[in-house]
């Protein structure tokens, strides 16, 4: 049961792509000493992708796991829980310290710099962690059917979300620039969500068109 787990819900491993390759942009946007606006927004973009995460972990994702495991193997999702728990002062620490900075601080721009790097490193490890122990336990032991259930909860939550479609756009981003997904997504989408609907959000949807520009 649950041995096509990649094929079947490959998004939470593709959250773990964007979460690469955005932070690496913001970081990028840093260095080259972008205007506190440009960081600000970028920002927003880098903590909704993170605070949607956890939350579609901690409520629908991590609990069907658990509930699909034997007795004995219900505890090796602990230490992620815990994690969790960890980083969200961390993020929130990293927003204040953020929103406090002003515009001539170059030594307080690259203080956040460096805890944002930090928490960076922590964020991608986590990350590694999650895929090494909850990819083996969907495999052997979540049903085909209870990964589609829980991929529709998920899909629903994001749906709900205003910057819901700059979720698709981003699992767009990091399938074409790692092409060994883009059978999973041809896959997971249907073509006329691939080639129609998201290229025309590109050209309406306001929040998609400012993710395009600060994370190019």
Known sequence: MGEKYEFKA????????????DTQKFISLLSKDAPLSTI???????????LNHVEIEEQFFFPDVEKSLPAEE????????????????????????????????????ESFKKA??????????????EEAIIIPLVRQHMSEE???????KISTFMRSKPTGSVGLWQFKT???????????????????????????LAWTDSY????CVLFA
Do not use: M
């Not at 998004?11 to 390759?21: G, N």
């Not at 600000?40 to 993170?50: K, L, V």
């Open 174 to 200: 990091v399938v074409e620039e790692n092409p060994s997904e883009v059978p999973i997504w041809e896959n997971s989408f249907p073509w006329v969500l691939r080639k129609a609907v998201l290229p025309g």
């Open 10 to 21: 490959p998004h939470w491993r593709w959250s773990h792509l964007v979460h690469k390759r």
């Open 146 to 152: 209870a990964q589609k259930e829980t991929g529709t």
């Open 40 to 50: 600000t927004r970028a920002f927003f973009y880098i903590e909704d992708s993170f």
């Open 74 to 109: 219900k505890h090796k999702l602990d230490p992620l829980h815990t994690e969790h728990t960890e980083e969200a002062p961390l993020f929130k620490a990293l927003k204040s310290q953020l929103e406090s900075l002003k515009e001539e601080d170059r030594e307080g721009k």
């Open 116 to 129: 944002f790097e930090e928490f960076r490193d922590r964020l991608l490890k986590h990350n590694e962690r």
């Open 208 to 211: 998609i068109k400012e993710y």
